[in-house]
Structures are given as C-alpha cells and as structure tokens.
C-alpha cells in the first residue's frame, strides 16, 4: 500500500498534483569531490584576508564580491557557484549590515546547489560582540531557510590563530559536493600543531576501521574512505557476514566479523590490524558507526531494550576506545581520527527513542570530553548527526510520515548515505588536524533539533 | 640445500552447513564454493590476488562441473589468473586438498593456495538410465533416418525413470550405513555409546557458536548465519526416541547419531610459514605429516576403519604415540564411526592382526575428542568436512598455544581414510 501511494505519488500527474500543493520536485543536488561550477566571489568585511588566502591556497579563483549599497542590488553577471563571506573581527551590530550588504545580491544570484560560507571569529570579547557573534549564526540559519535549488550556507567560527592551511579542508569540503546535505549548520576549526595539504586522495597509505560497515550508511563510509585512498577494515556482526565480504571484496580491505559489545572488541580489531598490515600498522581512523534502534515508548520501553541500544551505540565505543588509545600495535595512530555518529534525534529527541536519543546524545557529550583530552596526541574526535538519510532502515517508515520526515528540512529532500559519509570523510581527512570536538549535522537544515 | 619450508594453515572460510533442501536448495556446488572463497578472500584481503593454486572438490558433482574448481575461482573475488585443480577422494576430498596443497608449498612449488571442498546434496545430479543412454548415443551414431528410429524405438517408458545418486558402495551394493551397521554390532557399539557421542557434538557445536569461536571461520550465505543442523536443546531423551535406520529393528544407530545429507563449502588457505610473515598473515599450525590407507571391505573389512590403519602408520613414521596430542578430531561419519575407531585401536587383538602392531595403540581422552562440535551437529557436505575440521582445529591449536599438536581422521566412501597432524606454529 505505501509503495503504491510513494509510486503515484512521484507519477507524472502525482507530481503535478504535488506541485500544485507546493510540493516541488526535489533538486538534484551537486555531490562529489566537485566544486561549484559558477564563479566564487569573496569579501572581507573587516580586512581579515583569511577568506581569500584559503581559496587562493586551494588555488580556487575568486572574484570580489558585489555589494548592495544603493536601491536595487547590482546583479552577478552569471550565476554565483558560492558566495565566502570573511566575517572576522566583527565586534559592532553596525558592522552586520557588511553581511546583509554582501548576501543580498549574492542569495538573489545563486546558482543550484550554490554556497554561502561565512567565517566569523569563535572567541570575541565584549558584549556587544556576543551579540553579534550569536546574530551570525541567526542569519546563517535565515539564509539557509531561504535559500532555493540546493543551495546551502554554512557558518565557520575560527578560533585564534587559524591559518590557512587549517581551514583548507573545511572550505574545500563546504564548496565541494560533499557538503551537499549539510545546510545551516555552524562549526569551529582552529589551528593545529601539523597539517597536510588538501589532496584527491588523502588517505592514502592509512588504515580506516568501519563498524556497521556490511550496509547502508557504514558501507558508504567505508567506500567514500577507500574511495580517498584509504585500506578499509571493514567490521560487522558475524549474521551480516554476506555482505560484508562482498563490500570488503569489492573496496580491497579485509573484514572483521565482531559483535563491536564483545568486552575485547577494540582488542580484536587492534589484533586483526597488526596481523594483517604488520605490528607497526596503526589505525589512522576508527569510526564508530554500528548503531540499532529499539524504538517504543518510554512508557512501553523494557530494560532489554534500553540496555541493547545503549550498549551498541554508546558503552562499545567507549570500550574500544580505551583498548584502541592504549598506544598497543594495530591501535589509534597519533594523529589518529575518532568519528562517531550522533543522531538529530539525540540533539532534539524524538518521540518513541528515549533509548536511542540517550545512545546519541550520550555520543556528543563524549566527543566534547575527549577531544580535548587527545588533543596532545595530534588525534581528532568528531560527530556526525543526521538527520533523514534514505536508508532500507527509513524507507520502512510508512511513506506519508516519511514524505513529512523528507520535505521538512531546507532542502526538501532526504540526504543520501553519501552525504554522511563524506562529512566523516572530512574528518578524516589528514588535513582536518584542526576540527575536532565538533558534531556536525548532515540533515539538510532539518526543522527538528534545530 | 634450501631452508627447510613448512605450510601453514593460515586460517579459513566456510558457509555455515545446512540440511539438504534447506535453505541453499537452489545453490549449486559452484555456487556455495565461490561464496566460501569470497568470504576468505575478505577476511584476508585476497581480493583481486593472484594466488598460485586452489583445489577443491565435491563428491556429488555435475559432469558439467568437470572444472568446478576453476570455474569458482572465475567466479570469485581471487585474480582470474589463479590457477585451480579439482580433486576427489569421497569425504576425504576436504582434507586431501589441504595436503596436495602442503606437498606443494613444501616442495617450493607454491607459496600460497587454498584447499576447498563443496556439496551439494540437494543440487544432487540426476542421471537417465543406462539404458536411455546407450538408445541415446546409438540414435546419435546412426547415420539414416531409419537407423536413427531403430535406435531410439529401443527406449520403453521405464527407461526414463530419472537415477538419482546413492550413497552405496558399487562393489557390494550396500549402503554406507548398512556397512556402518554391520561394523556398529561387530564391535558391540551400544546405542547408549552413540547417543552420548552425539549429545556431546551437539554441546560442543552450541558452545562454539555461543563463544564465537565460528566469527572468524563462518561467513553467512543466503541469510542462514549458523549451521541449521545444529539443536542447542537435544538431550538425551530426545535422541533416545528416536527410531533405528540402519541394522533392522534391532539397530542402534539413528538420525541422531547418524549424519544427514547436507549441502556446504568450505576453505582453508595455507601459505609457506615466510610468506605468511611477509604477507602479514596469522600461522595458526603447521602440517606435520599426513598418511592415506584404505582396506578391503569387499572382503569383509569395516568399510570405514580404513583411519585407524592410516593413524597407525603416521605414528610410526612420526615415533609418535596416540596419547601425544592435544586435541583429536574424527570426523563423525555416524557416532559408531567414531566409537568403533577409538574401539579398534584399543583392542590388542586388532591392532595386532589387522594394523601389524605388537600390541594396542591404545586410547584417547575423550575430553580432547571433537571439542567444537562435529559432523553430527554441524551436518556433512561431504567433500567440505574436511576443510571445516582443519581450519576450526588449526584455530584451536592455535589458541592452545605453540607446539599444541592436533590429529585429523576422516573415513571415506570406499574403504578408504585421511589422516593428518597439525602442530601449533
């Protein structure tokens, strides 16, 4: 019966009905390791060149920016690919009207799947620099809303002492297809001890361990890695050994049969490391991605339920982790990336998970403790949290609820499990080495949790 | 002189074994040994590698199949320049191909390869009856219509019945557990006696599975993830109900304690022990010595106590004795292959008029005997039984520590049996 409805509904005349209700098709949006194919334009709004010394260093050419500053806004000559937006150094509300000025004729000239970036100082002092820090991120949110056809914004906050080549990854990631789903959405990068040039292939020569790896998003996350160079140990429970073996086959990594709640878990995968790739392999980056639901109503919900979702997504992780730091061969490089993945429904709840939401929830609250405890160590931990992902574990969400769950984000359309894996493959690119502690959200600027 | 080359069992794949018509009744041999190969070429990242030899068999096999072995490889994630030989020798073809292999490493000949073995008992080839056949190729020999006609008006309804394959020795039209029967009552083998061996295969299977111990030797196909002849929960009431299919009515062995038609494939990858350094691969146990023998059970010889002249043997040549090892792993044909086995070598009497020894070879701890299960619980493929003993032995041994040494028996079709030795690396 859904798949009847889904059918007629996304039929020729289905869609005219659905375009006359105000639901338009979908955009097909810009994905991939591909930039922007309108011209990019920068502006600096307070003399900061770090904007402008980022692109140039991703050797992206940038025109200067239009500025609205008379009764009609001066139109781009083409369509913009992506508007970066140096907001540095802004103390006075005054000073917001620089934004305003620099987004109106950019929004109106903005071409599909185009991007705003807006860079704005993480640490400000004052209070009317507060202020204006927070209003950033309320107009970075507004736009995002506003913006049409796939195009999104985003609001980087740098911390002190950022320099160019700390922030080249997470502009080449914005600017790219990567980004695709990920709108709305404010973040901080600073500046690291060492960091690699941004590069096509950035893992190559290093080792990344998937858990959930035999479908759906952990598949994705371990193409997309082997995709960017990277030997794939690929882990799932030994019932999802089938696919496993296929995906591990097809990537050229080796599988790891591994109920990830086993109490020596991150030994066996520090073990199957070093027997495989030598006793001085060293993983470069663990992403902890299995994760179940036992969805039900707090009232309906049992210990066994409760207890299954809180040790598969929380109390493994934190497990391995203690086996996988521990300095033992096949463990976490230095240097090394944690990546975790959170949910929108941890950061919002969401009614009927209690247990997943605490799960997720619980996995932002460890990115935030750890990342400063290994920040010694060159080892980066983040999140990611998405939000509607077309997955076969959504598409068994009865199709109204589900076209709901899909149309209500700024985007209109439920992100790809690609989306997600490419936000964690910005993290784990070498060249990330100054986001951490962060939890991005891969849910196209979803209404929930916002 | 080179240095001396040892082959190591690296580690192994298998599909978990179900019952015939089950789950993988619509699977092919070809099929089910191109997933096990796929599942190892995973779990040691041979995907796309040339490796220099695989051999594989099955026991029921299509004549279509002729280079089942090859054709799986085609199939797989291995390079499709990895060369591949087929190899029968009934149930002993599984441990066979592990020691064609270790010939080969051992001699410099290879460095790496894989030992397989598949069956299918419900992809089972059908054959027409002989005489269809010979009405067949005379009709195709004829060279005029007329002739042609003759030739084929030779075909009477009954000719077309389908043959389908037996399990029965040719020479004496008895069946395997008919054999077994007459062996089961000559050594006094109690139905008590099975049942126990039987209950313990089902234990040992079920605690294996439970430890996962299986997670780096089964990978899943076609959504079964265990092996299906496996009951947690038989006791020994419920084995103890159970009615006699071989022997008569009075008969002692049951479905119980008897293995069932069963359909599986499975792996094993060994390398040279260098190579396997250098190549960043587990050595879980080496090869020591392996030893084939057969007896006349066409002249009354139990047709499948052909393992206890071949352990015989292998002892001699190694001056070892039975007690010298730490696990055992007699592959359980029916549980009074087994019993019997353990029976002949503890009797003076046999061991002295049949196996040429001056006195018993003597007796195994039973606590050491088959302790991940055996073919009762987890079922028999045939020509796979063989691969999933070694490469679960080879993983115990392992486990057990260096120098644990473990002793495979396995009986086959035709009074014949394998034997070999693995030692911990």
Not at chain 2, 245 to 263: E, K, P, Q
Not at chain 2, 278 to 306: E, S, Y
Request: net charge neutral.
């Amino acid at each position: 019966m859904a798949t009847m409805l889904e059918q007629l509904f996304y039929s020729g005349p289905g869609q005219a009905v659905a375009g006359k209700l105000g639901l338009p098709e979908p955009e097909t949006l810009r994905r991939g390791r591909v930039n922007p194919s309108g011209p990019v334009a920068v502006t600096s709004l307070t003399g900061s060149s770090l904007g402008s010394d980022t692109l140039a260093l991703l050797g992206v050419a940038a025109s200067a920016a239009l500025v609205d500053d008379g009764d009609e806004p001066p139109a781009y000559p083409a369509r913009l690919g992506a508007l970066v937006v140096d907001a540095r150094g802004l103390t006075l509300l005054p000073q917001l009207e620089g934004l305003r000025a620099a987004l109106r004729p950019a929004v109106k000239s903005m071409e599909p799947s185009g991007r705003i970036i807006v860079l704005a100082d993480d640490e400000v002092s004052g209070l009317e620099a507060h202020a204006v820090r927070q209003a950033l991120d309320g107009i970075n949110r507004t736009v995002g809303k506003e913006l049409r056809r796939g195009a999104t914004t985003n609001l980087i906050y740098v911390r002190p002492g950022t320099g160019a080549t700390d922030l080249a990854s997470t502009l080449s990631f914005l600017l790219q297809g990567r980004s695709a789903f990920v709108d709305g959405q404010s973040w901080t990068v600073g500046p690291a001890a060492a960091t690699s040039a941004v590069r096509e292939r950035p893992l190559t020569d290093r080792i990344v361990v998937v858990t959930g790896a035999a479908r759906g998003i952990g598949a994705q996350i371990a193409t997309v890695a082997a995709r960017d160079g990277a030997t794939v140990v690929c882990v799932d429970v030994p019932a999802g050994g089938e696919a496993l073996a296929a995906l591990t086959n097809q990537l050229g990594g080796t599988a790891l049969q591994l109920d990830i709640t086993a109490a020596d878990a991150g030994e066996r995968i520090a073990a199957q490391v070093a027997s495989r790739y030598g006793d001085d392999a060293r993983i470069h980056a663990m992403v902890h991605n299995a994760g179940i639901t036992r969805d039900k109503l707090l009232v309906n919900t049992d210990a066994a339920r409760w207890a299954a979702v809180v040790e598969v997504n929380l109390a493994a992780q934190l497990r391995m982790n203690v086996a996988l730091l521990d300095g033992r061969p096949g463990g976490l490089a230095d240097d090394g990336r944690l990546v975790s993945i959170a949910s929108t429904s941890g950061i919002a709840g969401n009614r009927g998970q209690a247990n997943y939401a605490a799960s997720k929830a619980g996995v932002v609250g460890l990115v935030r403790a750890l990342a400063p405890e290994l920040a010694g160590r060159g080892i980066t931990v983040n999140a990611v949290a998405p939000g509607f992902i077309e997955t076969e574990m959504t598409a068994k969400i009865p199709f109204v609820q589900r076209e709901v769950f899909r149309r209500t984000n700024s985007l209109g359309q439920g992100g790809n499990p690609i989306d997600v894996a490419e936000t964690i493959g910005y993290f784990l690119d070498p060249a990330s080495a100054g986001v951490t502690g962060q939890v991005v959200r891969v849910c196209g600027q979803n209404l929930v949790g916002a | 002189m080179n240095a001396p080359r040892s082959a190591v069992i690296v580690g192994g794949n298998r599909t978990p074994f179900v019952k015939a018509g089950g789950a993988y009744a619509e699977a092919s041999n070809l099929d089910l040994l191109t997933a096990a190969l796929d599942g190892l070429a995973a779990r040691f990242g041979l995907a796309g590698r040339q490796l220099d030899e695989v051999a594989g068999g099955a026991v029921l096999k299509h004549s279509a199949d002729f280079n089942l072995t090859r054709e799986a490889v085609l199939g797989s994630a291995l390079a499709p320049t990895t060369p591949a030989v087929d190899l029968q020798q009934a149930c002993g073809t599984g441990l066979e191909t592990v020691i064609y292999l270790h010939n080969k490493i051992s001699l410099g000949q290879a460095e790496v390869g894989i030992g397989a073995g598949v069956d299918s008992a419900s992809d089972a080839p059908i054959v027409v009856t002989n005489r269809l056949r010979r009405a067949i190729l005379a009709a195709n020999r004829a060279k005029t219509v007329p002739t042609r006609l003759a030739a084929l008006s030779a075909i009477r309804p009954a000719h077309l019945m389908p043959v389908a394959p037996q399990v029965v020795e040719p020479r004496t039209g008895l069946s395997m557990g008919e054999h077994q029967a007459a062996t089961t009552k000559r050594w006094g083998i109690t139905r008590q006696a099975q049942d126990e061996l039987a209950l313990a295969s089902h234990q040992h299977l079920a605690a294996a599975w439970a430890s996962g111990f299986f997670d780096d030797l089964v990978t899943g196909y076609l959504g079964v993830t265990r092996d299906g002849l496996l009951r947690a929960d038989t006791s020994r009431e419920k084995l103890a109900a159970l009615k006699p299919v071989f022997g008569g009515v009075d008969g002692t062995m049951t479905a119980g304690n008897s293995t069932a038609l069963t359909d599986g494939a499975a792996t094993v990858l060994l390398a040279e022990e260098g190579w396997a350094s250098a190549n960043g691969l587990p050595r879980l146990a080496r090869i020591v010595d392996a030893q084939v023998a057969a007896v006349d059970h066409t002249a009354g010889d139990d047709l499948l106590l052909a393992p206890a002249h071949a352990v015989a043997r292998l002892l001699a040549r190694q001056g070892m004795s039975l007690g010298d090892f730490e696990f055992y792993e007699l592959h359980e044909a029916f549980a009074s292959t087994v019993l019997a086995t353990m029976a002949a070598w503890e009797s003076a009497a046999y061991c002295r008029e049949s196996l040429g020894l001056p006195d018993a070879l003597g007796s195994i701890d039973r606590d050491r005997l088959n302790v991940n299960g055996s073919s009762l619980a987890a079922g028999h493929p045939f020509a796979a039984t063989g691969g999933r003993i070694v490469a679960s032995l080879a993983k115990q041994l392992h486990a057990h520590g260096s120098g644990a040494r473990g002793l495979v028996s396995i009986c086959a079709a035709g009074g014949q049996g394998v034997v070999a030795i693995l030692e911990a690396v």
